[in-house]
């Protein structure tokens, strides 16, 4: 059974920091694109940043320069470190799996975590 178990989320004001993790388990973690994308209230849910099996890194023009993601496939986790909080950075974070080839196609979602930017 896969599970992506998200933590780290919370209530933090602007310009505070906070740091997500995301446990996987059930897959060869290490072959995953493993990223986090987000859900505001009413909205889609949109990629904040991934990273591939190699390491290579993407991120939404969004939060650029105040976001990283990283990996440890010793640990089967995948962080994401939001510094410099705005409001308008509030949603429900989900981390996601995701390995294809060829025709094949794996995908997984975390259940979310909230994380809340305000004053």
């Known amino acids: 059974q896969v599970q992506l178990v998200e933590s780290g989320g919370g209530l933090v004001q602007p310009g505070g920091s906070l740091r997500l993790s995301c446990a996987a388990s059930?897959?060869?973690?290490?072959?995953?694109?493993v990223g986090w994308y987000r859900q505001g209230p009413g909205g889609q849910r949109d990629l904040v940043a991934d990273?591939?099996?190699?390491?290579?890194?993407n991120y939404a023009d969004s939060v650029k320069g105040r976001f990283t993601i990283s990996r440890d496939n010793a640990k089967n986790t995948v962080y994401l470190q939001m510094n410099s909080l705005k409001p308008e950075d509030t949603a429900v974070y989900y981390c996601?799996?995701?390995?294809?080839?060829?025709?094949?196609?794996?995908?997984?979602w975390g259940q979310g975590t909230q994380v809340t930017v305000s004053s």
């Open positions: 996601n799996a995701h390995w294809s080839q060829a025709a094949f196609t794996d995908n997984y």
């Open positions: 059930g897959i060869i973690f290490s072959i995953y694109r």
């Open positions: 990273i591939s099996s190699g390491g290579t890194t």
